[in-house]
């Protein structure tokens, strides 16, 4: 970790907070900061406030409140020297300086390594509401966490932190200032049937008292089926105290393709507030929002209000026969869907790691209702290669970003290309707009920053030592950039 000698002049002034993933609710991947950085060198140090050492593999976006910064890594830099074996970790770190306020760190989740694959850490990004902190760990399980971890004693009710830090049958932990407090937890594996695959990624939305959850529920081992064909994809909980009470039955998991990964979105449309999940069988789907916790036998199921097929002329039966055929085979959806001016935007197309090449990004009107696959696309925009990204909307522009090396820029109102970049890497991460600026960095250890707008420029081309999965995040003045193993914290001097 370093702090430059000049750090009090870089020092930002105060702004907002980034508590989740995308903006609130809608996930559109664009932010109100201002006076953030036109560029910054790692290797001299030029703008950066601070660093901080993560893993060596980091998939979860930082997440930024309450003068903390949270991001999932794995554990081959442990921070615990009691715990040095392959673990998934939640650092939370002040903001001011990148030093550990405390951390959630948790063994592997078997019996397999496809439940929970090696060194691949904790991938889901935090979620922030008040004092609280919302996350899917690395074993399936949704927690509660007390924002200020340990250090103001041990909240409840959950009080056995000692025992969860460890392997069954190991003697518990003494925990310390440094550890996480779980106030609540819910095992998605035990109270959902859930069979993650892979890795457990999703960041929870919050909308009231409710906590919308997709489950990673996916493929088994030999990637041949569906392990827990009925299990949901997404489920609701209640913020309180982790009760689910309310699930998907549209039977998504029987057509899903690898695993369920794409996060839930909210918005009003015509009176309604709707919920968005990108299934990983390729639709899109809307549901009616909870407005009261339901009464009777839960989980209830939620309403369904339309359905999109983004890829209608897929196959649909004995899907798992086109693994590792990059030429056809099933859609599915990893990016979130974004909610902007009555539409639903959402990429789509071929699994990254088993499927097609193809990927597209779909307009979607989101006013109508049922089977709206005939009737309600406005636009479909080809991309290069597989797609994770989740868009960045603004001034009639659309931002996406995909694994053939090249973003995208496209017209809101007619899907037609404005503009493309040859970023030289694959993209994992998510564009993010903010003070006129794109930033996004690729898996070939580039950062990039670009002028928003019709017209094409390049701000910065900034070399890094390790890949970027991550999507950037601004808060307070300040730009994060996590790469591989490192935490950037950086800003404009002022």
Known sequence: MRILAIVALLLPAPAGDQPQWGQKGTRNMVSEETGLPETFDPASGAGILWTARLGTETYSTPIVAGGRVLIGTNNEHPRDPRLPEDRGVLLCLDARDGKLAW??????????????????????????????????????????????????????????EGALFVEKGTPPLEPGPADADVLWLCDLT???????????????????????????????????????????????????????????????????????????????VNGRRLVFLGGGDGVCYAFEAL???????????????????????????????YVRNRKEGPSNISSMPVFHDGRVYVTHGGDVWWGKNQAELKCIDATKSGDVTTSALVWSSPLRLHSMSTAAIRDGLVYVSDSGKTLHCIDAATGKSVWTHDAEGEMWASPLLADGRIYIGTRGKLFWILAAGREKRVLARIPLKEAVCSTATAAGGVLYVATQETLYAIAKPR
């Open 291 to 321: 407005r009261e916790a339901p009464s009777g036998e839960l989980p209830a199921p939620l309403k369904l209000a339309w359905k999109f097929d983004c890829d209608p002329a897929a196959p649909k039966e004995d899907i798992h026969k």
């Open 103 to 160: 951390q959630l760190a948790l063994s592997k989740r078997g019996p397999t390594p496809y439940w929970d694959w090696p060194k691949s850490g904790m991938a889901s990004p935090a979620t922030v509401d008040g004092d609280r902190v919302f996350m899917v760990t690395n074993r399936g399980e949704v927690v509660c966490l007390d924002l200020q971890g340990m250090a103001n004693g041990n909240d409840g009710p959950f009080k056995d």
């Open 190 to 268: 035990k109270e959902a049937g859930v069979r993650q695959h892979d890795s457990a990624h999703c960041s929870i939305l919050v909308d009231g008292p409710f906590l919308y959850v997709n489950t990673s529920n996916g493929l088994n081992d030999k990637h041949s089926a569906v392990e827990n064909p009925e299990a949901p994809s997404l489920v609701v909980l209640e913020k309180a105290t982790g009760r689910i009470l309310a699930r998907e039955k549209e039977g998504i998991a029987r057509g899903t393709f690898h695993c369920t990964w794409s996060s839930p979105s909210v918005g009003d």
